[in-house]
């Protein structure tokens, strides 16, 4: 089966009916929980009752096994597949047991590898289709007119309906974009990582009126154990005071914090644990103040903004 539906149509629908959240899948296989085929099973139609049908994959995750793990379900669960949106990432090569013919950890952007890594995704997910290709880092060496050329082809075979990036610099997601549509550049964002917001990034995105997601929105867990560093401890100290005013976890404030942004940053939910996604969920019901946002940036910063 081939998917024909117009794409300037499908992103529409896309941008009507966003997700606040996107489940990352990176940590539901070999890389971190493992989960079996029944356990995968559960976690996605948990993430449905929640309304989340966004779920981001990487050919490289598990080292090139999650996406596989992820598709079990869907051979089995053909009535899923037409309930979520999925999004998967190429362009990274890793060295890998898997993947034997890789020398050395490179990035590759050609269209020979872009079309080889989504006909391997369409393989290991059992879709015939991907919602969203994300280019997974900037190739120094890509070509974007070679890029525009294979996203059309990919698009015109109804094999991907929408293309984005992810960690690509505002030149270079300038240079892609001026010569094909992209959706989305999904980039680390988070109290502890603050370039999207000071490198244009952000700017970028509501320019073009383009939803920007984030990766490592809790900062890599780094904010919510003992530290000896300054900053942290005067951020803990802030949400301490915002965990208590609003009756929320620290995850729950940082999660408003990031989507207070007026670019509408998606967090991308990197854990399995089905209660963790709930909480963040509850959490759309937090709106920090002004003032509140800036508490947040100033302690990241240790001392008061210029």
């Keep these: ?8 149509m499908y992103m529409t629908l896309q941008k ?19 989960l079996s085929t029944p356990e995968y099973e559960s976690f996605i139609e948990s993430c449905l009752d929640l309304g989340l049908i966004d779920f981001d994959h990487a050919d490289i ?33 890793l060295i890998s047991e898997n993947r ?22 369409l393989k290991s997910l059992h879709t015939d289709y991907l919602d969203v290709l ?14 525009a050329e294979v996203f059309s082809k990919l698009k015109k075979e109804g094999k991907v309906l929408t293309f984005g990036v992810s960690n690509f610099s505002p030149s270079q997601f300038d240079l892609l974009n001026s010569l094909t549509p992209l959706i989305t550049n999904q980039v680390e964002i988070s109290l502890l990582h603050r370039n999207a917001f000071e490198d244009g990034t952000l700017d970028q995105c509501q320019k073009l009126k383009v939803i920007p997601s984030a990766w490592s929105p809790l900062g890599g867990g780094l904010l919510f154990g003992d530290s000896f ?16 005013k609003y009756n929320a976890a620290a995850d729950q404030i940082l999660y408003a ?10 967090p991308v939910l990197g ?22 946002w800036y508490q947040l940036w100033e302690a990241s910063l240790g001392r008061e903004i210029d």
Excluded at 16 to 34: A, E, F, Q, V
Excluded at 77 to 91: F, N, P, Y
């Design 1 to 8: 089966m081939t998917y024909n539906a117009n794409p300037l």
């Design 16 to 34: 009507d009916n966003i997700s606040p959240y996107i489940i990352g899948t990176m940590r539901l296989g070999t890389w971190g929980s493992n």
């Design 61 to 93: 995750y598990g080292h090139y096994t999650t996406e596989e793990d992820f598709g079990n379900v869907l051979k089995s669960r053909k009535d899923l597949r037409q309930k979520i949106r999925i999004t998967t990432k190429c362009g990274i090569k």
């Design 100 to 121: 034997p013919s890789h020398l050395i950890k490179s990035y590759d952007l050609t269209p020979e590898h872009i079309e080889a890594s989504v006909e391997k995704s």
């Design 134 to 147: 994300l280019l997974h880092r900037p190739d120094y060496l890509f070509n974007p007119y070679e890029i």
């Design 229 to 244: 560093d300054k900053k942290i401890q005067a951020i803990q100290k802030v949400l301490a005071g915002l965990s208590e």
């Design 257 to 266: 914090w990031l989507r207070k942004h007026p670019s509408g940053i998606i």
């Design 271 to 292: 854990t399995s644990k089905i209660e963790r996604i709930q909480a963040a969920h509850k959490a759309l019901n937090i709106s920090l103040t002004h003032e509140e």
